[in-house]
């Protein structure tokens, strides 16, 4: 049985191939997955993880891409929508982001899930700006 490291790091390679993105995010998400292979899963010896065991967690299968059988289309949740409030609207179908379903561009602002903006060159400039960074105000 593969254990669920050996599962992630095989599957970032999927990934890699599946879903482009700019260099930019391709060196972070491959300097990251190196210290992961090398450090593996945080245990109780690691300071910050002293009191939490994550041990059942590894021990469970998880479906890193699962299929989207069950795609909904817009009149099977139209009568859950309140159509005469302008808002936006986002839709999550068994925990996952639709985004084909919500409405999340308006004139001043567009709410997105971070891993729609990789690969489009319009937000390159924002990615590489703020994306890892971390500021105190």
């Not at 700019?22 to 491959?30: D, L, M, P, V």
């Not at 999340?104 to 709410?111: K, P």
Request: proline share 2%.
């Amino acid at each position: 049985m593969i254990s669920l490291k050996e599962d992630l790091i095989t599957s970032h390679i999927v990934f890699q191939e599946k879903f482009s993105s700019s260099e930019y995010i391709n060196k972070i998400r491959q300097n990251s997955i190196s210290e992961f292979e090398s450090k593996g899963f945080p245990t109780t010896k690691d300071e910050e993880w002293r009191y939490t065991n994550i041990s059942p967690l590894l021990k469970t299968s998880y479906k890193l891409f699962p299929k989207n059988d069950n795609l909904l289309d817009y009149a099977s949740i139209r009568s859950f929508l309140l159509d005469e409030i302008e808002s936006y609207k986002l839709i999550f179908i068994d925990g996952k982001f639709s985004n084909h379903l919500s409405d999340t561009t308006h004139d001043e602002a567009d709410i997105c899930i971070l891993s729609s903006i990789f690969g489009k060159s319009i937000y390159n400039s924002i990615i590489e700006n703020y994306f890892t960074k971390s500021t105190i105000i």
